[in-house]
Each structure stands twice: as structure tokens, then as C-alpha cells.
């Protein structure tokens, strides 16, 4: 079994930063490959980035390249998530997910373990 626990979200004005973390409990040997997506209220899940916790290469959503670094601990099995120069248009739920070995990152059917989600708001 699988968890996946976010957390840090929360209400910003815009220009602020936010650091999301992602920790994982169980085969937590399974996931090497991690991701971010986020969701806006009548919008669809779209990938934000993505990280390999083994090399630490990461990537990164043209939307949010530049702004966004996504970062890990293995000792304590955590992702994060740093978001700066946040803009009204990055409001949204944030998700952590486990991602299978194949597959590409961007797509959500490539991840088989998802977290509850934490609301980002940021206002202009």
C-alpha cells in the first residue's frame, strides 16, 4: 500500500511563494518517479512537473519553467514543490502521484498513486 500525503498549500497574493511537500509512506521503494499536477475548478488535471527521486533530474511544465523547482529527501521520502513568482492563474488543487516506470510524465494515466490534493489560491 501506497500514500501519498500533501501539504503547505494556501492563499497568497500574487508574486508570493509557496513550498509543497509531498511525503510518502508505504513500497515507497516503487516510487522513483514523481509528479506534480494541478487542477482548477472546471478545468482539466494538467501536469506541472516531475521528478526522478533516484538522479534528481526534474521537469517542468512550460508553464511554470523558471518559476517552479521541484526538489527531494529520500531520508525522509518527500517531494517538494517550491513555487515563486506565483500568479493568479496558478490557483488550482496540487496533487502529488507516484509515476509508473513507463509512460510519459505529463499524462495522469501514467501515475498509479495520487495524493488527496492542497489548494493553492493566489490573488491579484
Known amino acids: 500500500q501506497v500514500q501519498l500525503v500533501e501539504s503547505g498549500g494556501g492563499s497568497v497574493q500574487a508574486g508570493g511563494s509557496l513550498r509543497l511537500s509531498c511525503t510518502a509512506s508505504?513500497?515507497?521503494?516503487?516510487?522513483?518517479?514523481m509528479g506534480w499536477f494541478r487542477q482548477a475548478p472546471g478545468k482539466e488535471r494538467d501536469w506541472v512537473a516531475g521528478i526522478n527521486r533516484s538522479s534528481g533530474v526534474t521537469f517542468y511544465a512550460d508553464s511554470v519553467k523558471g518559476r517552479f523547482t521541484s526538489s527531494r529527501d529520500n531520508a525522509k521520502n518527500t517531494v517538494y514543490l517550491q513555487m515563486n513568482s506565483l500568479k493568479p492563474e496558478d490557483t488550482a488543487m496540487y496533487y502529488c502521484?507516484?509515476?509508473?516506470?513507463?509512460?510519459?510524465?505529463?499524462?495522469?494515466?501514467?501515475?498509479?498513486?495520487w495524493g488527496q490534493g492542497t489548494q493553492v489560491t493566489v490573488s491579484s
Open positions: 508505504g513500497d515507497t521503494g516503487s516510487m522513483r518517479y
Open positions: 502521484a507516484a509515476k509508473r516506470p513507463e509512460g510519459p510524465w505529463f499524462r495522469s494515466d501514467s501515475y498509479n498513486y
